[in-house]
């Protein structure tokens, strides 16, 4: 790298004399991120693919930028109409020494729209500390709860941790977050508790000084903001947050007014109307980067969070690449006066290409699929930024892999290599890092044929289209798709698994097979009822496996203390063991538990264990009834009465005492608990040896 000047004695570069350039590179970085073309803003600059940001670190702490140079430094990013385009603009970055260079409040802004990477997060989640400290001592615990708030929900799991302990590490806890009712309930829900980050014991002469200092300053006014000089600051931080905090801030500076009310009841009544509890996916929405943008954006912003809830607006954002947003009037060429005019004009959201993109994730994972996304968003850091760099395709992979970036970045590479034109090695239907076949688990006796027949039992509740059961016309069909992959699929680390799986399918109706597993083989389903299949065995198999650790957990207590397994003496858990009756040929039960330890005299008691991932929040009372016989019917047909266990050890012909039917809870759970105990009592009356239970 060049020599630079450096201001003689101080070992250090001029902050304003490095501004020129550093400016100039940034706008011209903004008006190609504002019209969608990063990379052309990239070439515009020259040098950007060099860091265009970076002053010598020994300027840490002198050196800190302020409104409006941080303004200015931060146009780039906050013109980035996606978290996708925020990701690529750090490309050409120093990200690291410019967090460090901005103010506290400019970088909270900065995280607020996405990843950064490791080494500038350090530096930010230490702003965002300082930022919090000096918001409480400036402004006030009411007023600053709701700047808090922001940090909390711009902040990802991992980097929410990094703050509270730097808090604690700085004795800043109680002073801060801890004066703040709603934002410690905020932090609960992300499953943080305060008192798992005590401050520091205290140290006598250094915490004695800065107490001295600190109080000081406080003990001129009680209500900080409106008898010092912090209310320019507050009103210009407070026009830079999304509309919801603006509303909050409202109400609770005429609470402050009026006396009459306790600010933190009034964050708890207007809590329903923001979108709490989703960071990093709203933001770029509502934030006004200037020049029309923000009043072209607020009218389908407000929109967006009518019809979205928060988890999907913060998936959808993530995984719509660059297509969210657009200008509101088309754009002259690349690099033109006319273009770049046209690109100050603002930019608008595209409301509906953000519901489609939700739709088609909803389509592929199921609205619980998409909670859960919107989970390993919100953890990891790294899953975003996975999922912003490689939109619908991306998201698919991490919810395949249960939020694993490396095993989904896996799954991505090799969807890659399967596309037309790129060496393929098949090992048979769905054999690739994510087909089928990475599902099984053969320790816990999960096989592929054990899988195979889970996968037909949900194929066969799925209603959606199929492909055609004519042989000739299927095979055209699968031909066809190949060559040209429905809309979305092509990239999508499912299509060859899907290919493969219609294709097996198709030999299967040539061959004259007609069943398999005691299911009736129909035609394959269409593109999306697949992936719609797909999302409901991964949730099925994640509940089974939730209840075999359960039962395992259960089975390892003392008798008496035991919930599912207290009439055994020494329960053994065996998972899906095959189990044959005459009646119903050769079956899998999800788990099987034998006494060990019978009493004299006594055969050994067995119980068999039915699970069921099914959603029964919205049907009415006789569907759900219905459902709910039918399953316990299938249940003791399958696994109830004299059995025939296949599993070596344990082969032997055993009476069943009981069959328990577990249904997965939570969201999935009817809304009505009196018509819910009703239906549970009425199939276990009309199947008898049959539980019926919630979990």
């Not at 070596?648 to 009505?672: D, M, T, W």
């Not at 608990?673 to 199947?687: F, G, P, S, T």
Request: net charge neutral.
């Amino acid at each position: 790298m060049a020599k630079t000047n450096r201001t003689p004695g101080t070992g250090r570069r001029p902050v304003r004399d490095s501004l020129g350039p550093l400016l100039l590179s940034a706008m011209v970085l903004w008006l190609g991120c504002a019209t969608g073309h990063a990379s052309t803003a990239f070439e515009a600059a020259g040098s950007a693919r060099e860091p265009w940001y970076a002053p010598d670190s020994s300027s840490r702490g002198t050196g800190t930028l302020l409104a409006p140079d941080a303004e200015k430094l931060l146009a780039p990013f906050l013109a980035c109409t996606t978290p996708a385009a925020f990701v690529e603009l750090q490309r050409g970055v120093d990200m690291a020494r410019l967090v460090e260079q901005l103010d506290d409040w400019s970088a909270v802004r900065l995280g607020a729209l996405g990843p950064v990477p490791p080494q500038a997060a350090e530096t930010l989640n230490r702003k965002r500390a300082a930022f919090l400290l000096t918001a409480t001592q400036e402004y006030g615990a009411a007023l600053a709860e709701v700047f808090a708030l922001f940090v909390i929900h711009s902040a990802f799991d991992e980097d929410l941790e990094k703050v509270l302990r730097q808090l604690a590490q700085d004795k800043r806890v109680g002073q801060t977050l801890g004066q703040m009712a709603v934002a410690r309930e905020q932090l609960r829900q992300r499953g943080f508790n305060l008192a798992d980050y005590p401050d520091r014991p205290e140290r006598l002469l250094e915490d004695g000084v800065r107490g001295a200092r600190e109080g000081a300053g406080a003990a001129m006014s009680s209500a900080p903001l409106f008898q010092t000089g912090a209310l320019l600051g507050y009103a210009a931080q407070k026009g830079q947050l999304p509309p919801p905090y603006r509303q909050a801030l409202d109400e609770v500076e005429s609470a402050l007014a009026k006396e009459a009310l306790a600010p933190g009841n009034v964050l708890l009544g207007v809590l329903d109307e923001m979108t709490f509890g989703v960071p990093l996916g709203f933001y770029h929405l509502a934030a006004g980067v200037g020049h029309g943008a923000y009043a072209l954006t607020q009218g389908q912003y407000e929109q967006a969070t009518r019809e979205l809830t928060p988890a999907v607006l913060m998936v959808a954002l993530y995984a719509g690449g660059k297509g969210v947003r657009t200008l509101s009037e088309a754009r002259g060429a690349p690099g033109t006066s006319t273009g770049a005019a046209r690109a100050l004009q603002g930019l608008e959201l595209r409301l509906e290409e953000l519901k489609a993109t939700a739709e088609r994730l909803r389509g592929q994972l199921g609205s619980e699929g998409l909670q859960e996304l919107a989970r390993y968003l919100r953890a990891d850091p790294e899953a975003a930024l996975l999922v912003a760099e490689s939109g619908e395709a991306g998201a698919a992979a991490l919810y395949e892999a249960r939020g694993n970036v490396p095993k989904a970045q896996a799954w991505l590479s090799q969807a890659k290599s399967d596309r037309p034109g790129s060496p393929r090695t098949r090992g048979g239907a769905g054999r690739g890092p994510g087909g089928v076949a990475s599902l099984t688990d053969e320790a816990a006796g999960l096989s592929r044929e054990v899988l195979d027949a889970k996968v037909l039992e949900v194929e066969f509740d799925v209603p959606g289209p199929r492909l055609s059961g004519d042989v000739a016309v299927l095979e055209k069909q699968l031909a066809v798709m190949e060559k040209t992959p429905p809309a979305g699929a092509a990239g999508h680390p499912l299509w060859s698994e899907y290919l493969d799986y219609g294709k097996e399918r198709l030999a299967d109706l040539q061959q004259g097979t007609r069943a398999k597993h005691g299911r009736t083989l129909e035609p394959p389903l269409k593109w999306e009822g697949y992936q719609q299949m797909r999302g409901l065995v991964l949730r099925g198999l994640a509940f089974e496996r939730d209840m075999a650790k359960l039962l395992h957990e259960d089975a390892a207590r003392p008798k008496a203390e035991r919930r599912f397994l207290q009439d055994f003496n020494e329960p053994r858990v065996e998972t899906y063991v095959g189990v044959h009756k005459p009646e119903s040929g050769l079956r899998y039960a999800d788990v099987l538990v034998i006494e060990q330890k019978p009493l004299p005299g006594q055969t050994p008691r067995v119980e068999t264990f039915s699970f069921k991932s099914r959603d029964f929040s919205g049907l009415k009372y006789d569907v759900m009834e219905a459902r709910m016989e039918a399953d316990a019917t299938e249940a003791s047909r399958k696994y109830g009465g004299t059995l025939d266990i296949r599993r070596p050890g344990i082969e032997g012909s055993v009476n069943v005492r009981r069959v328990r039917l577990i249904y997965e809870g939570g969201p999935l759970k009817p809304k009505n608990e009196r018509q819910l105990d009703v239906a549970m009592r009425a199939a276990e009356k009309e199947v008898s040896g049959v539980e019926v239970l919630f979990q």
